[in-house]
């Protein structure tokens, strides 16, 4: 069965329980990434907005029928507040539901993890009325949403008018989700090009014809989208990032003019600018900041309070990828520092677990074993010790996990065979969330010689 609009009620469950599974498994892959794990639950806060905002009453219930989502909607329908009603079986705060159409059409949905779609007057006070339903089961539970008319006809208006605000919905989450996970995706694409895949996604949304995308930074313009007509306007320029009316922004809000011709922006634009009908710009806050700006342009009819909240999504999305590739460039510039600084220590530095795997070593470790870091990575260390000091390893192994801490010497062998003389001292800390040691090795040869007054003594 198909609404008038030609989508399937099918169609539009599998839509929902698809982007629910998409952000569930950037949730399970952003696990180690606090940066995306705080994208996430922007987004998270996002659906959740959304499914607030919506006019009909919405239902997430688990799989035993117990409620974890009452909206604000569902709230004024029901006259009960979530508070009562979150936590709680679905029935046992509608006792007067219980062995009703209700109940086994939830049950069903549940068992055969297929939608739902029903109208049903119920008679029983103080629900009476007609209820259009939707039921669709997925990964989170079973997802209900409903309205209530006094009136058959008042019910299937309602009806089709939230069919149509879901299909509306789910193309804007199914964009913001597609978008999404190219911010976040790793390794960390060049900022430009996910600025550019970000604003063609937005303007092929609103139906804008022309933009481009600009920073406060030396970057300046980064790409101009002309739409086909000649805009000279060169990349690198630099661009005044303000509102319509050539204001600076004050908050995150969009701002747009549809009568361009009489913006005082139109006297800042660069020589050799497209020509423009109408604007609407968003802006890049970044830390509290204005970093930038998202612009679209030249739509036809102009520009409304819709776009504008679609496009704060959109700028919101850059502005976070933009965050992240300023924090990865200046994580890897003090990655390459620290590791600059660990192969440059004299004494030899190696990092292990508690099974004795290699997982780091400096150049001093690879220089004095006379082997390179890639083969090391491959051993443990106990191939690199001597028959003795590798049967007393799990001994130290074992005094670390109690104490953390411990000084001992030990034998290293070469890569050539020769025996070296090590004191070790070796300290137990976590590293990339699982525990490890880190052990410097100083050559005490010479120390040795010394003692025994053999050749390079005193």
């Given amino acids: 069965m198909s609404d008038q609009g030609g989508v399937s009620r099918e169609s539009l469950a599998a839509s929902l329980a698809g982007i629910r599974g998409r952000l569930a498994n950037l949730a399970t892959a952003a696990r ?55 936590g709680h079986g679905l029935f046992d705060g509608f006792p ?73 919905l789910l193309r804007e989450l199914g964009a913001l989700v597609e978008v999404t996970r190219e911010v976040l995706e790793d390794p960390l694409p060049p900022y430009e090009k996910t600025a550019r895949s970000l604003f063609d996604r937005c303007r092929n949304y609103i139906g804008a014809r022309a933009g481009y995308v600009a920073l406060v930074d030396a970057h300046g313009l980064l790409f101009v989208d002309s739409g086909g007509m000649t805009c000279a306007a060169p990349s ?3 661009m005044r990032v303000c509102d319509p009316r050539g204001h600076p922004f004050t908050g995150p809000e969009p701002k747009f003019e549809n009568a361009f011709a009489r913006s005082p922006m139109r006297e800042i634009l660069p020589a050799g600018h497209m020509p423009l009908e109408n604007i609407l710009l968003a802006p890049l806050l970044v830390d509290g900041r204005v970093e930038g700006v998202l612009a679209l342009a030249n739509k036809e009819g ?40 660990f192969d440059a220590i004299g004494d030899a530095v190696y990092l292990y677990d508690f099974e004795g795997r290699i997982m780091d070593v400096n150049a001093t470790a690879s220089l004095r074993l006379g082997r390179a870091r890639r083969e090391l990575l491959g051993l443990t260390l106990a191939d690199i010790l001597s028959p003795a000091s590798a049967r007393a390893l799990p001994t130290y192994i074992e005094s670390m996990r109690r104490e953390g801490r411990q000084t001992y010497e030990a034998e290293y062998v070469c890569a050539d065979g020769t025996v070296f003389p090590a004191e070790v001292t070796a300290t137990a800390l976590s590293h990339a969330g699982k525990p490890a040691i880190l052990a410097v090795a100083r050559d005490i040869s010479h120390r040795k010689r010394a003692a025994a007054g053999g050749p390079g003594g005193l």
């Fill in 302 to 341: 102009g520009f409304t309070e819709e776009d504008a909240r679609i496009s704060r999504s959109f700028a919101d999305l850059a502005a976070l990828a933009l965050r992240r590739s300023r924090s990865w460039g200046e994580m890897r510039r003090a990655g390459e520092e620290m590791r600059a600084l």
């Fill in 32 to 86: 180690s990434d606090t940066d995306v794990q705080h994208s996430l639950g922007e987004m998270e806060k996002l659906v959740s907005g959304v499914l607030e905002s919506l006019s009909e009453g919405y239902l997430l219930l688990d799989k035993d029928l117990v409620v974890l989502s009452f909206n604000p909607a569902a709230e004024r329908l029901l006259n009960r507040r979530a508070a009562e009603v979150v």
């Fill in 236 to 238: 690198g320029l630099a």
């Fill in 96 to 168: 007067e539901g219980r062995g009703s159409v209700f109940e086994t059409e939830y049950k069903k949905a549940v068992a055969l993890g297929k939608p739902a779609f029903f109208t049903y007057y119920f008679e029983t006070p103080p629900y009476v009325g007609w209820y259009e339903v939707r039921v669709f089961p997925g990964a989170r539970g079973v997802e209900v949403f409903f309205n209530i008319s006094s009136e058959r006809r008042k019910a299937e208006a309602a009806l089709q008018g939230t069919i149509e605000g879901t299909r509306k």
